[in-house]
């Protein structure tokens, strides 16, 4: 949950609009008996109206509190504003930890309780983040996005990371450790088709390829043969998200883990709804895929609630 200005890296007067939509979004998870999380950021953290409005909701028990890390909005203010460092796991890491000191703090404050769920901005996330959130407590991180490269923004390289939730230790967010104090449930993202680590290597050689390669990648989707796709209203429609649902179930994957921007709630606050129609058609995409989930007898649940994965 975000302030409105996509893309502007600014420390502060951030208009906070979408959050006041918080309240019809919520109207949709009851109806199915969902429970979200919300992971909030600085500005909104500290605004006592956007405040207001999550704490009805989690008085009333139907929702989770977590954090979400935008290091250009977060004090200290210290790092020049460029794209590289819109990344949290690009700063120094004394300046990571006492960014997400003060998120924190003022989470705790404004709700009177400790968070442990997290997500990095911009899915900035590593190893120096890790630890800091093995410091102050938390238990949960939803950062780490499957089958995806945030090279070209300066970001880290999930493109061999598991789709399936998994403990870790902080020293390797990477690398599951029965052992480990965190668990990653990462956004579900994955192929419509069977066999997820296979489409996901041809997928990458033909990403390395010559310059045509993404005119290669369309095609192979139109004909149904590599489809990528994230549970995400933003990225896939509500067939496509059901799609996607199915396939994850089939390869063994315990948890669907929807994921959107609060600034797609309004038309132009963020690159994925335009017009009203646009944010009529993506809540109707979310009651797709929610009733689909209530359909095949599955348990809504908050971030917190976690998955405790054997070995592979």
Same mark, same amino acid.
């Given at each position: ?6 893309? &502007? ?16 979004? !919520?109207?949709? =998870? ?9 992971? *909030?950021?600085?500005?909104?953290? %500290? ?28 004090? +200290?203010?210290? $790092?020049?504003?460029?794209?590289? &460092? ?5 700063? +120094? ?12 703090? #003022? *989470?705790?404050?404004? @709700? ?21 959130? $093995? ?11 499957? @089958? ?6 300066? %970001? ?13 230790? #902080?020293?390797?967010? =990477? ?13 579900? *993202?994955? @192929?419509? !088709? ?38 995400? +209203? ?33 038309? #132009?606050? %963020?690159? =994925? ?18 009733? =689909?989930?209530?359909?095949? %007898? ?5 971030? #917190? ?8």
């Amino acid at each position: 949950m975000e302030e409105d200005d996509w893309g &502007n890296l600014k420390t502060r007067d951030h208009s906070l609009e979408n959050i006041q939509q918080i309240p019809a979004l !919520q109207a949709v =998870f009851d109806c199915y008996g969902a429970i979200p999380t919300y992971l *909030i950021d600085f500005p909104v953290s %500290g605004d006592e109206e956007c405040r207001k409005i999550f704490r009805k909701i989690l008085e009333k028990g139907r929702c989770e509190i977590g954090t979400h890390c935008h290091p250009w909005n977060t004090p +200290p203010f210290e $790092e020049d504003l460029n794209e590289r &460092n819109s990344m949290l796991c690009n700063l +120094p890491p004394d300046l990571v930890t006492r960014k997400l000191e003060s998120l924190h703090e #003022s *989470i705790e404050r404004g @709700f009177h309780f400790a968070p442990k769920s997290f997500r990095a901005g911009r899915w900035g996330f590593g190893t120096d983040v890790a630890h800091c959130l $093995e410091s102050l407590g938390y238990g949960f991180d939803t950062s780490i996005t499957p @089958f995806t490269d945030w090279k070209i923004y300066q %970001g880290p390289d999930f493109s061999e990371a598991s789709p399936f939730p998994y403990r870790f230790a #902080s020293r390797n967010a =990477f690398q599951e450790e029965t052992g480990g104090v965190l668990q990653e449930i990462p956004p579900t *993202i994955g @192929f419509l !088709q069977k066999n997820f680590p296979l489409r996901n290597r041809i997928r990458r050689k033909i990403m390395n390829g010559p310059l045509s390669r993404m005119r290669l990648i369309g095609l192979l989707d139109k004909l149904n043969l590599l489809s990528l796709r994230w549970l995400s +209203p933003e990225m896939s429609g509500g067939k496509d998200m059901v799609r996607l649902s199915q396939a994850v179930i089939a390869s063994g994957n315990p948890v669907l883990n929807l994921s959107f921007h609060s600034t797609s709630l309004l038309p #132009s606050k %963020g690159p =994925f709804t335009q017009t009203e129609e646009d944010v009529k058609n993506f809540l109707r995409d979310i009651r797709m895929f929610l009733e =689909f989930v209530r359909n095949q %007898g599955m348990e809504f649940a908050p971030l #917190s609630k976690g998955v405790v994965q054997a070995t592979r």
